[in-house]
């Protein structure tokens, strides 16, 4: 397959992008009907806008709920949402996805697992459902760039492969930030009128909290690293970094707790410098916060003892555990 050719920001014409891929998105679907996945992400509430700008009421926008969102997600984005004219419905599959991660404990089995239940179980009902022949989706350079070199697949990448996603899940899909880095998205939604909240908000993963728990991810453990995503985020608001998280680890270590071994949960802190996310380096977080996250997590997250911060660059390490 023809490689995608970048568009940088430096010679990013974000009007004129805008109105080109509007025109290519509504000449694309015609009088048919389109359907996209809102994540309340970067890329993803990109391509809703510019796709609500392209097809109007033709565009049919859901946020899968697969259980694995930080907390009050779905509601949260579906009311931001709205405010800007764009219907999202909410999708209950939940069930779904733990059922198809259960007994998974390999990085790209599970990965392989999300992909195959979004793409496959849920976005094919939805299909049917809605009789679309086509899905709008925010793949972006970075992820093609990983997915090809074979550093981690990523659950949006499959021409890139060699799949035909009309002859494995029935539909067409649509991407119309594919020649893009995280930068020039964000300039794209600063340009479609997201607000600041959304459009320079931190990337999140396909996989979502699956990426940040170590070893098999069940709706308990899933629930402990979003409990820890919370505090994270609180405390490290005000940093200019480009991106952190919290991860969960698999194996339990020794603790004490009122003078007795606790063994329990190990919380890694990863927080990140970036332009792109190609590179990157660990922020130099001063030790008074990173003496109040260890505080918080060992307090306020159920049987975490233990608490680490990353300090690995990227490469070696990647951005994501798994």
Not at 218 to 245: D, N, P
Request: glycine share 8%; hydrophobic share 40%.
């Amino acid at each position: 397959m023809e490689a995608v050719k970048e568009i940088t920001v430096e010679d990013l014409n974000p009007g004129a992008f805008i109105e080109e891929k509007a025109g290519e998105i509504a000449a694309l679907v015609g009088a048919g009907t389109a359907i996209n996945a809102l994540s309340g992400g970067v890329d993803s509430s990109v391509v809703t806008m510019l796709g609500h700008k392209a097809l109007g009421p033709k565009l049919k926008t859901y946020f899968i709920d697969n259980g694995l969102m930080r907390k009050d997600e779905p509601m949260r984005i579906a009311a931001l949402f709205k405010g800007l004219g764009v219907k999202v419905e909410i999708v209950d599959a939940r069930d779904n996805f733990f059922k198809a991660l259960k007994g998974l404990t390999d990085p790209e089995e599970k990965r392989e697992a999300i992909t195959q239940t979004f793409y496959k179980d849920v976005f094919g009902n939805l299909v049917k459902e809605s009789q679309s022949k086509y899905l709008l989706q925010g793949t972006i350079l970075t992820d093609i760039d990983e997915t090809v070199a074979g550093i981690k697949r990523q659950h949006n990448v499959f021409e890139q492969l060699g799949i035909d996603p009309q002859e494995a899940f029935g539909y067409k899909i649509i991407e119309p930030v594919v020649q893009l880095r995280k930068n020039g998205v964000r300039k794209i939604g600063e340009a479609l009128g997201l607000p600041e909240a959304i459009f320079n908000r931190m990337p999140f993963p396909g996989p979502a909290l699956a990426a940040r728990v170590i070893g098999e991810a069940t709706s308990e453990r899933i629930e402990i690293v979003r409990t820890a995503t919370v505090i994270i985020e609180e405390e490290l608001a005000g940093t200019k970094a480009f991106q952190y998280m919290a991860i969960l680890h698999q194996d339990r270590v020794t603790g004490m707790r009122e003078g007795k071994r606790d063994f329990g949960l190990q919380i890694e802190i990863r927080c990140w410098d970036s332009i792109d996310a190609r590179r990157a380096t660990p922020t130099r977080l001063s030790y008074e916060i990173l003496e109040k996250l260890s505080e918080r997590m060992t307090t306020e997250v159920p049987g975490v003892v233990s608490v680490t911060y990353n300090i690995t660059t990227k490469p070696p390490s990647t951005m994501e555990a798994i």
